[in-house]
């Protein structure tokens, strides 16, 4: 069984409410989120299914802008408001229950970071647990509204940035495109050097004329471990999170 919470240097992530927990490549993109893409005149910043709240918490670390989450999960709505407000930075923080849609009608504030770590999975096979598919599964929440939702509600010089399995990057390349969103910072994961990658994080912005012809994007990848142990790369990364580090 799954523990109840995970403990970072500088706050507890509780998530027994949750069908989905902490994991490695989600905090892994938090820090990396954090460590490229908060600005000094980073002030407004959007969480877009935040589930525990791990994200949010890991750049709220860093920065002092204030920061909403949306959630269409009513658990994952309560635990993530209840991780915040035992946080240190619990008044930068306000949570929607709601779903992306219904948060985008008649939303007109810009954020300068729009971060999520979306629902995986379309057209495959559902469990039988409702909240896990919501986590996991895209029947409430596409790739297509999340672009669309990344174009609408971005500053002109804002960020957005996302978690997805590395087989859907060429797929999510194109929908952003669509949007008049570019990418600029690509990081792609392996588990192991051995293991082939299995997720990208990525950072995007809105596409200017010049970048439509130069496409400049800054590509690297990373191993999570080395061996048995972890990574030096990923050692520096999760330092200021990881009680082990």
């Keep these: 069984m799954a523990n109840t919470y995970f403990s970072f240097k500088s706050f507890t992530v509780h998530q027994e409410k949750v069908a989905m927990k902490v994991c490695t490549d989600a ?12 600005k000094p005149d980073t002030r407004h910043i959007l969480d877009i299914g935040t589930g525990t709240g791990l994200l949010s918490l890991m ?11 949306v959630e269409i999960d009513e658990n994952a709505a309560i635990q993530s408001r209840e991780n915040f407000n035992a946080s240190p930075w619990k008044e930068q923080f306000s949570v929607h229950h ?20 979306p629902p995986f ?14 986590a996991m599964h895209s029947q ?11 174009a609408d509600l971005l500053s002109d010089n804002g960020i957005g940035a996302v978690l997805i399995p590395y087989q859907r990057t060429d797929e999510w390349r194109k929908l952003v495109a669509k949007e008049n969103l570019c990418l600029f910072h690509s990081c792609y994961v392996k ?12 950072l995007l912005r809105k596409s200017t004329t010049e970048e439509k012809i130069t496409q400049v994007e800054i590509t690297e990848e990373i191993s999570i471990k080395m061996g048995s142990d972890y990574s030096p790369e990923f050692k520096t990364i999760l330092k200021p999170y990881y009680l082990a580090f």
């Design 27 to 38: 905090c892994l993109f938090g820090a990396w989120t954090a460590m490229h893409a908060l």
């Design 59 to 69: 750049v709220a670390q860093f920065t002092r802008a204030t920061i909403e989450a």
């Design 98 to 117: 709601q779903s992306m849609e219904e948060y985008m009608d008649g939303q007109h504030k810009k954020f300068d970071l729009i971060i999520s770590n």
């Design 121 to 134: 999975f379309e057209n495959q096979l559902k469990s039988s647990q409702n909240n896990r598919n919501l």
């Design 140 to 150: 409430q929440f596409s790739f297509g509204l999340l672009a669309k939702g990344m």
């Design 191 to 202: 588990q192991t050097e051995a293991h082939p990658f299995f997720r990208s994080m990525i």
